[in-house]
Each structure stands twice: as C-alpha cells, then as structure tokens.
C-alpha cells in the first residue's frame, strides 16, 4: 500500500489572496484564490456568494507538450470535468450566504504531473480558499469565514491484486480499480468515483477502498491544519 510524501506550501504566490504549492510526490499543483466583487447573472440580489474553479496543464506537465487552450480550439473534456469536481467539492463545505456578492475564484494549475492531480487540486484549493477568506475578514469584506470545514481528496485502487493509496501515473496505467474519493474533515462524502478499469471488484473491496480514503485523507486534512497555523 503506498502513499506518497506530500507537501503543502502556503502563499506560494506574492499577489494572490491565497495560494498554496502542493506535492504529492512527483505530482506538483498550483492553487490559487482570488476575490471578485461579483456573482453570476443567476445569483445576483441572491444574498448569495459564488464558489468556481478552473484547472488546467501546462504544456510540459506531462513527458509529452499538452497546447495550450486557445479560441479556436475545443474545449478539453477531461479539465472540465475536473473543474466542475473541484468547484463542487469546495462549494460543499461553504455556507454561501455569509459571502454575498462575492466570488472566490479558485485557479488550479499543474506543473507536474505523475497521477493523482485532480485530487491533489481539490487539497490544495481549500487551503487556499480558507487563507482567501481570512483576507475577506481582515478586509472588512465578510463578518465571519463562510467555511464549515475543510475538504480534502484522494486515490485509491486494486493494482495487481493490491490496494494502494495515491497512486502515482504507472499505478494508474496498470490500476484493476481505480477511485476517486473527496470528503470532509468531519468524515462524509462528497463525491466517489470508481470505476473498475480492467476488472470488476466486490462490495468488500470497495468499503476496504473506502476505509483506505478515509484514513489517508484525515492525514491530509491533518496536514491542512498544520499548513494553516505555519
């Protein structure tokens, strides 16, 4: 069962009201946060605040170049999906109503990629979210912070008849079973995503899985904490 060393490096970025580095092993994730003084047309006079996310790759993030998004090209599927995780796992520990009329931007770019970027996005922008927060109190923005808790993220899956947490790129390429797992600190769901890659796999395997995520993902909000109060 691996589990790779993870880091979590706060203000990483000068300008930003938040940012975090986070490492995952090879796998190296910008998260950014930036306040807007705005909210979607579809929540305006809401009393309501806004959470969203973009993801992308930059083009030597991977051992070949990914282009650049650009007008004329399709948008990629795969960084949709995921920003729609992102934005959605973030919005679900947000009390939106102590934000109103703001939107917090969350920006997660990969500069390395070796498996498991979409979840390591997901452990970094919260952190990022909270210090974009603390800026909203100490800028007379919001009364209090809108967040309940923290929310963090992680793989797990079957690899050669084994189970094995945050699986790095050959793990994945070679994963039976492969899962995505996002919950919060106090222990309930958000999202699963699993999908047996090259085989099925039990009800028994799937709550082992599940127990793994939870486990490793309390180690992260653990060290969420500790980035937090450095």
């Excluded at 691996?2 to 009201?17: F, G």
């Excluded at 009393?47 to 992308?56: K, L, M, P, S």
């Excluded at 809108?146 to 699986?167: F, H, K, N, T, Y």
């Excluded at 799937?206 to 486990?215: F, G, P, R, V, W």
Aim: hydrophobic letters at 35%; one cysteine or more.
């Amino acid at each position: 069962m691996a589990n790779r060393p993870k880091k979590i490096t706060r203000n990483y970025l000068m300008h930003p009201e938040g940012s975090v580095l986070i490492e995952t092993g090879d796998t190296k994730v910008i998260c950014t946060a930036t306040v807007l003084d705005t909210v979607p047309p579809f929540l305006r006079d809401s009393g309501q605040g806004w959470i969203t996310a973009e993801y992308g790759m930059l083009p030597r993030s991977t051992n070949t170049r990914n282009s650049r998004p650009g007008p004329s090209r399709k948008p990629n599927g795969r960084s949709t999906e995921i920003q729609r995780l992102i934005g959605r796992s973030l919005r679900a520990v947000v009390d939106m109503s102590k934000m109103p009329g703001y939107t917090v931007q969350l920006d997660c770019d990969v500069l390395q990629a070796d498996g498991g970027t979409r979840t390591a996005a997901i452990t970094g922008a919260c952190v990022a979210m909270q210090d974009a927060f603390e800026w909203m109190i100490e800028n007379g923005k919001i009364a209090e912070n809108p967040m309940r808790e923290m929310v963090a993220a992680i793989s797990v899956g079957i690899v050669g008849g084994e189970p094995v947490v945050d699986l790095c790129y050959d793990e994945d390429s070679r994963a039976d079973v492969d899962m995505n797992v996002v919950m919060t600190e106090s222990g309930k769901f958000i999202e699963v995503q699993a999908t047996g890659e090259k085989d099925t796999f039990t009800l028994e395997q799937h709550i082992e899985l599940l127990n793994l995520a939870k486990d490793a993902i309390g180690e992260l909000v653990g060290m969420q904490r500790e980035a937090l109060i450095r």
